[in-house]
């Protein structure tokens, strides 16, 4: 919507690929302001400040998300009406800027489209963080309270539980914050307005990589009790490896080098959970016991399915997730 003749909205629409060469105008100085949206009208021409705001409120009657641009006093009550307004820094007047939720300080409305970009990359990377670390956390509360019924009579000492969660929620954690951003990002739908960060299917995807930890940790415990190995230290070292494995398997580019921090912090990581076994002073600190060779290979191999599971379960709820949200023809 803009306050130009419907001829020069039009030849702005047009290039811009919103409307096609011949589609109508909206004139508001002479036609209903707010039309209902069945009609289909897609461009306003001559709209007066309040029309501004009655056509922003007209959309968010419909369930979209609305964001104004504008640099003028007139766009002032569109700005701060919209879900965003979107203020031009340099031309823009000092009331269109302070009505705004986000001033572009070159006037390119391409930066929206990047800030965009990069809030997704942001968004999706607090939820690859949440999903790794309650994952964990999910599988740790488990481990403590099934493995009593397994024969694992404490499969943690609390200062184990300490050292894992310091060595996968540290360096990794904050590693994962740093993953590079999905190369279709920008061709997904918006996210509704009231969907939590938890929400869209999150918590069943934390219940089933967690799940999968707690297995396989308490699945090492058990062998390990039953053919009188030093359970409780192939417990601590299959719990902190398997997510570690997952923290690898929740990379965006799988197979890239596009995020080496996370790979020198899960190697950092590891490196700490072996020096909790065979050095001295961390074995009396944390209370564990040597192991052989034969025993890390086994537990190193399980920890893969960590991997494993974090990567099929990413493979499902992309493919559910397409399928949700495909365009439907016909009916």
Not at 27 to 47: I, N, S, Y
Not at 93 to 103: F, K, S
Not at 107 to 136: C, K, P
Request: proline share 7%; hydrophobic share 50%.
């Amino acid at each position: 919507m803009t306050g130009d003749h419907p001829a020069t909205a039009a030849a702005i629409a047009t290039d811009l690929g919103i409307i096609a060469t011949g589609d109508p105008v909206h004139d508001c100085r002479t036609d209903d302001p707010a039309p209902p949206a069945e009609r289909g009208v897609r461009v306003f021409a001559r709209a007066t400040p309040q029309q501004k705001v009655t056509i922003v409120n007209a959309l968010r009657g419909t369930g979209a998300v609305v964001a104004m641009t504008g640099d003028g006093v007139n766009d002032g009550p569109a700005l701060h009406t919209a879900d965003i307004g979107v203020a031009m820094g340099k031309r823009g007047t000092e009331v269109a800027r302070q009505a705004a939720d986000l001033v572009l300080a070159d006037d390119e409305l391409g930066t929206v489209v990047a800030a965009a970009e990069e809030g997704r990359r942001v968004y999706a990377n607090i939820r690859r963080f949440l999903l790794y670390a309650l994952a964990g956390g999910t599988a740790e509360i488990a481990v403590m309270l099934v493995g009593p019924f397994l024969g694992l009579a404490l499969p943690l000492l609390p200062a184990q539980i300490l050292w894992i969660n310091l060595l996968t929620h540290g360096l990794p954690g904050l590693a994962l914050g740093s993953e590079p951003g999905d190369p279709d990002a920008m061709r997904q739908p918006p996210r509704p307005p009231t969907e939590t960060v938890l929400g869209a299917g999150l918590w069943q995807r934390i219940a089933r990589v967690g799940t999968v930890i707690a297995a396989v940790t308490l699945g090492v415990g058990v062998w390990a009790h039953t053919t009188d190995r030093p359970w409780q230290t192939l417990v601590f070292l299959a719990l902190g490896a398997t997510q570690l494995a997952v923290a690898v398997g929740s990379r965006a580019r799988p197979g890239t080098w596009s995020n080496p921090m996370l790979l020198a912090a899960v190697g950092s990581a590891l490196l700490l959970q072996l020096a909790a076994v065979f050095l001295p002073p961390l074995r009396d600190l944390l209370g564990t016991q040597p192991v052989q060779i034969t025993d890390l290979l086994i537990v190193g191999a399980a920890a893969t399915l960590g991997y494993a599971a974090i990567r099929l379960d990413r493979f499902t709820f992309q493919r559910d997730h397409r399928q949700l949200t495909a365009p439907r023809s016909g009916l």
